[in-house]
């Protein structure tokens, strides 16, 4: 069974920053496309940016470009976001994701969840 974790939410003030782990366990991960979400509760999920198997192609929202960086390390089953500048807008709960491809996950279509981890960004 695939699991995806997420860890390294917490409580941080604005212009700080911020480091999400996920770790995949159980299944395929050096060859899907890995990516991260954020949800803020009654609001749809969000794309925040996806990275592909290789590593050499990343996409980011608008909303986080410049401020969040994803990377992935195949030998140890790990994606990682760095959060940099955080902005209290940027306060919801971020999920890991697993597809086949960057495309399909900016558009919704995800194979795998995790469960998510709270960031919240004080004023």
């Known amino acids: 069974q695939v699991q995806l974790v997420e860890s390294g939410g917490g409580l941080v003030q604005a212009g700080g920053s911020l480091r999400l782990s996920c770790v995949v366990s159980g299944g395929p991960f050096s060859t899907y496309a890995m990516g991260w979400f954020r949800q803020v509760l009654g609001i749809e999920r969000e794309f925040i940016g996806a990275?592909?198997?290789?590593?050499?192609?990343?996409r980011y929202a608008d909303s986080v470009k410049g401020r969040f960086t994803i990377s992935r390390d195949n030998a140890k089953n790990t994606m990682t976001l760095q959060m940099n500048s955080l902005k209290p807008e940027d306060t919801a709960l971020y999920y890991c994701?697993?597809?086949?491809?960057?495309?399909?996950?900016?558009?919704?279509?995800?194979?795998?969840w995790g469960k998510g981890t709270l960031v919240t960004v004080s004023s």
């Open positions: 994701a697993s597809s086949r491809s960057m495309t399909t996950m900016a558009a919704g279509a995800v194979d795998y």
């Open positions: 990275i592909a198997w290789s590593g050499g192609s990343i």
